[in-house]
C-alpha cells in the first residue's frame, strides 16, 4: 500500500456530504457544561497486521496514532464551561512551556462556540489520574489527540445555548445567528451567551451528538492568530513556578555530589551551616544535602559552605571514550544483502555527543507537605505518573495529594520527567515545611537530564540511479521512558503492528521512516548503558538519524552524479514530500552560485503526520568561524534558512511558524555547537557560558517558513518537528562548503574545550559582583 | 540587620537583609518583584536583565549593599512608566506585536536589553546594526531569536 493509498483509505468523515455527528455529553453543573465522548470518533487507520515489504511501520501506524488511541477512552472528560459573565473556559490536560498550545486551544474552543478567542480561558488541568494516558504531553501530540473532542465539548455548548436563546427569544433555533458570543433572532431581538449560562445548565448529565463546522466556513482555525499570553510574558506577570507565593514555601536548594549521581554519606558541618544568616533547614535527602532559607542568595552561600562525604555515582571515573567503546560494542551488525554486479555501497558511521535538555527555567517545583496530605506545583508533562511516584515516595495514598500543572519556562523533553517535585516532596516531608526547591543551573545542567549519546552507522547500496538497500543501526545509550509513556506502550501493545519488540524499539519503529524510495529499507536501534539521567530532547530519535540519512543521502546523489535536490525529489515517496522540497528549493533559490567556502545545503524529514523541507547556507570561511566573542562560540554561521513545512492542517499559522523558528535554532545547535563533555564521572558543562546553545551571534540573518496549503484537513505535530531537517540541512551544508564530511556531532565536541570547567566542589560557583560594571 | 534603600521602579524601598545578598533576590525573595527571572546567577543567560539609572544590567551579579541611595532600578514592571502615555512601553507593543515570546521566561530580559541597546546606540548617535543584533547575550532556549530582532528594530523605530 503506498503512503497516498494509506491516507485516502482513511475515513474523511467531516468533508462528507451529510456530515457526520459526533456524541458528547452534558453535565450537570450550575451552568452550562459540555464534554466530548469519542467512542464514535474519527478511528485511525487500522494498523495492517500482514506488511507489505514496502511501508515501515510507522507509514501504516505511528507514534501519534499510538498517543491519539490511548487518549481515546477517556477524552469524553474534556469539558468546556460557559460563564455568566459571557466568557467560555477549558481547562486543557496537557502542560504548556511555550509550545502555544493554550493559545491553539483557545482557538479550537472559540470556533466553535462563535466566541473570540479572548473570551475562551484556557488553564492547565491539575493531575487527574482518571484520565489514565490522557495527560501526557510528548511526541508532539496535543492538537492531533484533542482537536475532535475539543471541538465537539465546544459545538455541544453552543447548540444548548441555541436551544436556551429560542426560547428566551421566542424563535426557531434554526433562525437564530450565533456571533461573538451573541444570539440573534431575526427580528434584531438577541441575548448574550452569558445571560444564557444557567438557563442552558443540565440537572442532570445526559448525552448529546452534534455536528462541527465544516472546514470551509472555519473562521479561527487556520487563521494566524498571537499568543494569548504575549502581555503577560512582555509585563513580567506571567507566573512560573518560582514566582508563585506559596505561604511558607521559602527557597531550597540541594548541595549535590561530585560524580553524576553521587550519594551523600554524611554532613561534616550541618550546625555551622544551620548558624548560616537566613538559613532555617539542613537535611541529608537522597540526592544530596537540601537547604531551606530565607533568600536564594544566602542558601547558595550555605550550599557553597556545606562539607558533605559523598558516595561515588555509578559512572566515576567515567569520560566520553568509555561511553562510546561501550555504543560500539553493543552496535548491531548490518546485515550485507546479496548484491547484483555492478552494485555499489555507501557506508557511513556518525556519533552524536551527549546534549543537555536544560530549559531555560530550571528544573524547579514547590512542595508543601503536611502528615495528612501533600500539595505539589509544578511544570509537569506527565503529572499522572508524577502524582502516582510522589505519592509513594511520601508513602501516601494517592487522593491525598495533589499536584498542580504550572506553565513552563521551557521543556524541550526535560519536564517530561519531575525529577525536582519528586526531590520537593521528599525534602519538604523531611524538613515539615513548605519549601520553594530550585536546581542552581550548574546542576540543572550537570546533573539534569540529557539527550543521550548515540552512534548511528548507515549501509546503503545502489546500482545505476537507483537505490537498492538502506540500513540504519542506531545505537544510544537508554532513553529514559519511565515518565508514562513506558506503560502506555504496554497498555497499547496489542494493537501495535511491530511486536513484541521492547519499549524503546517500538517507540523507534513508530517514530521512524525514511521518505524515500531506497529499495529494502531496515533501521533499528539498540541500546545500552542505563546509568545516566536521560530524556528526548525536542524529538527523540529523529535528528540524529535524520542526519545521518540525509548525509548519504547527498554522498549517494553525488556517486550517482546528480544533483542533492532533483535527486531526492526523484526518489521522495510521496507528493507532499516533492512539493515541500520544490518550495524551499525555489523560496531559497537552490543551486545559486556562491563563493568559495560557503554552501547551500537541503534536507527532508517525515514525522508526525506532516513533513518539512529545510534549506540552509551556511558561511564556513575563517572570518567568519573566528569571530571573536566573549564566553562564547562562533564557528561556521547559518546565514540563512528557508523551512516549509506541511502538518496537513495549521490550526494557528503562526504558532506553527514560531515552533519551527525554535526548531531551526536547536538544529543549529545539535549541528554546531551544543553538546556536554563528560570526564572522570560527571559532565563539564555548567552553566550557558560552557553549554553552546544558538545565541543571536549564531542566529541565521535570513529566517523563513513558509507553512504548507492543507493537505489532509487533520492537523500533525509542530513542536519537535523543525529540529531533524535543520540539523541535517546544516550537516550537509556544512560537507558542501568544506569538502568534508562531519561524523561527529556537534561538529566542534572534539575541539579544545572554549571554556575554563567550573568546581565540583562546591558544587555551585557564587554570583559574581561585577554587574554594574560588566553588562 | 543592615538596612538597604534605593529606587525600584519610581518608589523608595528600603530592605533589611545581608550586604552581600545578590539583587535579584532582594528583588525576588524579599520584595516579591518576580518580573526578573533567575537563569544562571552567574551573568551569562540575561534572563534577569533590568535597568540601573537607565543602563542595562543582570541584578543576579549586584550586592545589594553596591547600590547608593539614588540609584534607580528599573524592572519590567517599571518599564512601562518610563515611556509617556498610559500604555506600555513601545518595546513591549513590538514584543506584542511580532508575538516574540514563547515560553515567556527570558522575555522580560529580552525587552529590558533591548530598551537599553537602543538607549545606548542613541547615546553613540546612531541606529541598530546587525552587528548590535549580533551582540545581544540574552538567551532563549525556545529560538526566538528572529522575532527579537525583528521587534528589537521595530521597537526602536516607535521609541
Avoid at chain 1, 225 to 238: I, L, M, Q, S, Y
Avoid at chain 1, 546 to 557: F, G, I, N, S, W
Avoid at chain 2, 47 to 56: D, K, L
Avoid at chain 2, 77 to 101: C, F, K, S, Y
Amino acid at each position: 500500500m503506498s503512503e497516498t493509498a494509506a491516507r485516502a483509505a482513511r475515513p474523511r468523515t467531516e468533508a462528507d456530504p451529510g456530515r457526520r455527528r459526533f456524541l458528547g455529553y452534558l453535565l450537570a453543573a450550575p451552568t452550562l457544561a459540555a464534554a466530548a465522548d469519542l467512542s464514535l470518533g474519527t478511528a485511525t487507520a487500522p494498523p495492517a497486521l500482514a506488511l507489505p515489504s514496502g511501508p515501515q511501520p510507522a507509514e501504516v501506524y505511528d507514534l501519534n496514532d499510538m498517543l491519539t488511541d490511548a487518549t481515546r477512552p477517556t477524552a469524553n472528560l474534556i469539558t468546556v464551561v460557559v460563564h455568566e459573565d459571557g466568557t467560555a473556559s477549558f481547562e486543557l490536560p496537557r502542560s504548556e512551556n511555550g509550545q502555544g498550545i493554550m493559545t491553539s486551544s483557545a482557538m479550537l474552543v472559540a470556533e466553535e462556540l462563535d466566541l473570540p478567542v479572548s473570551k475562551v480561558r484556557v488553564t492547565l488541568a491539575d493531575a487527574r489520574p482518571e484520565l489514565l494516558f490522557n495527560q501526557l504531553t510528548g511526541g508532539s501530540n496535543t492538537t492531533i489527540s484533542t482537536f475532535t473532542p475539543i471541538r465537539v465539548a465546544a459545538a455541544i455548548a453552543k447548540q444548548e445555548l441555541l436551544a436556551a436563546a429560542a426560547i428566551v427569544l421566542s424563535a426557531e433555533v434554526e433562525s437564530l445567528e450565533a456571533d461573538a458570543g451573541v444570539i440573534t433572532a431575526p427580528g434584531g431581538a438577541s441575548v448574550g451567551y452569558g445571560q444564557l449560562a444557567r438557563r442552558a445548565a443540565a440537572t442532570s448529565t445526559r448525552r448529546v451528538d452534534v455536528t462541527l463546522t465544516d472546514r470551509a466556513d472555519f473562521k479561527v482555525i487556520g487563521t494566524p492568530h498571537n499568543r494569548t499570553d504575549a502581555r503577560k510574558a512582555v509585563t513580567g506577570r506571567k507566573e512560573f513556578t518560582l514566582d508563585l507565593q506559596v505561604k511558607g514555601a521559602r527557597p531550597t536548594m540541594v548541595c549535590r555530589a561530585p560524580t553524576l549521581n553521587g550519594t551523600p554519606v554524611r554532613v561534616r558541618n550541618k550546625k555551622k551551616v544551620l548558624a548560616m544568616p537566613g538559613i532555617t533547614h539542613v537535611a541529608k535527602v537522597s540526592t544530596g544535602v537540601a537547604v531551606r532559607g530565607k533568600t536564594f542568595g544566602q542558601v547558595i552561600r550555605a550550599v557553597r559552605a556545606l562539607d558533605v562525604e559523598w558516595k561515588d555515582g555509578p559512572v566515576a571515573g567515567q569520560s566520553d571514550a568509555d561511553v562510546l567503546a561501550e555504543l560500539r560494542a553493543a552496535e548491531l551488525p548490518l546485515a550485507v544483502p546479496a548484491l547484483p554486479a555492478g552494485a555499489k555501497t555507501v557506508d557511513a558511521d556518525f556519533t552524536f555527543w551527549f546534549r543537555s535538555n536544560s530549559a531555560l527555567e530550571p528544573n524547579c517545583a514547590i512542595a508543601d507537605v503536611r502528615t495528612d496530605r501533600a500539595e505539589i506545583w509544578a511544570g509537569l508533562k506527565s503529572p499522572i505518573t508524577a502524582h502516582e511516584e510522589i505519592a509513594t515516595r511520601l508513602g501516601m495514598t494517592p487522593d491525598q495529594v495533589t499536584v498542580h500543572v504550572v506553565q513552563g519556562g521551557g521543556s524541550f523533553g526535560r519536564k517530561l520527567f519531575f525529577d525536582a517535585a519528586l526531590e520537593a516532596a521528599e525534602i519538604s516531608q523531611k524538613m515539615r515545611k513548605p519549601v520553594k526547591l530550585m536546581w542552581h543551573r550548574t546542576d540543572d545542567s550537570r546533573v539534569g537530564r540529557t539527550h543521550p549519546m548515540a552512534t548511528s552507522r548507515i549501509r546503503a547500496t545502489y546500482a545505476g540511479s537507483e537505490v537498492l538497500s538502506f540500513e540504519q543501526r542506531h545505537t544510544s545509550v537508554v532513553t529514559d521512558n519511565s515518565h508514562g509513556l513506558g506503560e502506555l506502550i504496554t497498555a497499547m501493545s496489542a494493537k501495535l503492528p511491530v511486536g513484541e519488540i521492547g519499549f524503546a524499539q517500538t517507540i523507534f519503529a513508530l517514530t521512524q521512516e525514511v521518505p524515500y524510495h531506497y529499495g529494502l529499507v531496515d533501521q533499528q536501534l539498540d541500546e545500552t548503558d542505563s546509568r545516566f539521567n536521560t530524556g528526548s530532547m525536542r524529538n527523540i530519535y529523529s535528528p540524529d538519524t535524520c542526519t545521518a540519512r540525509e548525509l548519504v543521502t547527498d554522498q549517494l546523489a553525488e556517486a550517482m552524479g546528480q544533483d542533492a535536490f532533483a535527486f531526492r525529489r526523484e526518489h521522495a515517496k510521496d507528493d507532499r514530500a516533492r512539493a515541500v522540497l520544490a518550495t524551499v528549493a525555489e523560496v531559497g533559490g537552490w543551486g545559486r552560485r556562491m563563493p568559495a567556502g560557503t554552501a547551500q545545503g537541503i534536507a527532508l524529514h517525515k514525522e508526525y503526520k506532516g513533513l518539512n523541507a529545510c534549506l540552509v547556507e551556511i558561511d564556513c570561511r575563517p572570518a567568519t568561524v573566528d569571530r571573536p566573542v566573549r564566553d562564547g562560540v562562533t564557528g561556521p554561521r547559518v546565514t540563512k534558512v528557508v523551512m516549509a513545512v506541511d502538518v496537513g492542517l495549521a490550526v494557528n499559522p503562526r504558532g506553527l511558524e514560531a515552533q519551527m523558528q525554535g526548531g531551526i535554532m536547536d538544529g543549529i545547535a545539535l549541528a554546531l555547537t551544543s553538546s556536554l563533555h563528560l570526564r572522570d564521572g560527571h559532565f563539564l558543562e555548567g552553566s550557558w557560558d560552557n553549554y553552546f546553545y544558538t545565541r543571536q551571534w549564531n542566529v541565521p540573518p535570513e529566517v523563513e517558513v513558509v507553512v504548507m496549503p492543507d493537505t489532509t484537513g487533520e492537523p500533525g505535530g509542530a513542536g519537535e518537528f523543525g529540529v531533524a531537517s535543520t540539523f541535517a540541512a546544516v550537516a550537509c551544508a556544512y560537507r558542501r562548503a568544506t569538502g568534508r564530511t562531519p561524523t561527529e556531532f556537534p561538529i566542534n565536541h572534539r575541539d579544545p574545550l572554549a571554556f575554563k570547567p567550573k568546581p565540583t566542589v562546591p558544587p555551585i560557583p557564587q554570583s559574581p559582583t561585577n554587574g554594574l560594571r560588566r553588562y | 540587620m543592615p538596612k538597604h534603600s534605593f529606587l525600584l521602579n519610581g518608589e523608595r524601598v528600603t530592605v533589611d537583609v545581608d550586604d552581600d545578598v545578590r539583587l535579584l533576590w532582594v528583588l525576588r525573595d524579599v520584595l516579591g518583584v518576580t518580573g526578573p527571572k533567575y537563569g544562571c546567577g552567574i551573568n551569562v543567560c540575561k534572563a534577569c536583565t533590568s535597568h540601573v539609572n537607565g543602563r542595562a544590567f543582570n541584578p543576579c551579579s549586584v550586592k545589594v549593599s553596591a547600590l547608593d541611595r539614588d540609584d534607580e532600578i528599573t524592572t519590567i514592571e517599571g518599564l512601562p512608566g518610563t515611556a509617556p502615555g498610559p500604555g506600555l512601553h513601545p518595546m513591549q507593543e513590538a514584543w506584542i506585536d511580532r508575538d516574540v515570546a514563547q515560553c515567556g521566561y527570558c522575555q522580560p530580559g529580552q525587552v529590558m536589553a533591548a530598551v537599553a541597546l537602543v538607549r545606548q546606540v542613541r547615546r553613540e548617535g546612531r541606529s541598530i546594526t546587525d552587528a548590535d543584533l549580533d551582540g545581544i547575550r540574552n538567551i532563549c532556549r525556545c529560538g526566538t531569536y528572529a522575532r527579537i530582532r525583528e521587534a528589537v528594530r521595530q521597537g526602536e523605530a516607535a521609541m
